[in-house]
């Protein structure tokens, strides 16, 4: 179902709301949210499998990106 309206709301998120429009049990709603967080961990953890393939990565490619500083020098601001 399309939306023509302008709305700051997405179309899955449109969706959910009508699909939560009813009351959900308490134990029912913590269900369906352990149900969208798995989805999302199994897809990140896919696109790090992935990318471990593509990038032909091994434990000692992990040691390193693990062992390596990346973070910028700290400088204080001057006055």
């Known amino acids: 179902m399309e939306n023509n309206l302008h709305s700051p709301l997405t179309?899955?998120?449109l969706d959910l709301l009508k699909?939560?429009?009813?009351?959900?049990?308490?134990?029912?709603?913590?269900?369906?949210?352990?149900?969208?967080?798995?989805?999302?961990?199994?897809?990140?953890?896919e696109g790090a499998d992935q990318v471990w393939d593509e990038?032909?990565?091994d434990d000692q490619k992990v040691d390193e990106i693990l062992n390596t500083h990346?973070?910028?020098?700290y400088k204080p601001a001057r006055y």
């Open 19 to 45: 699909m939560f429009s009813h009351k959900v049990d308490d134990a029912d709603w913590v269900a369906i949210k352990r149900m969208i967080v798995h989805y999302f961990a199994q897809k990140a953890i």
């Open 11 to 13: 179309e899955p998120q």
């Open 55 to 57: 990038q032909n990565w």
């Open 70 to 73: 990346l973070r910028t020098p």
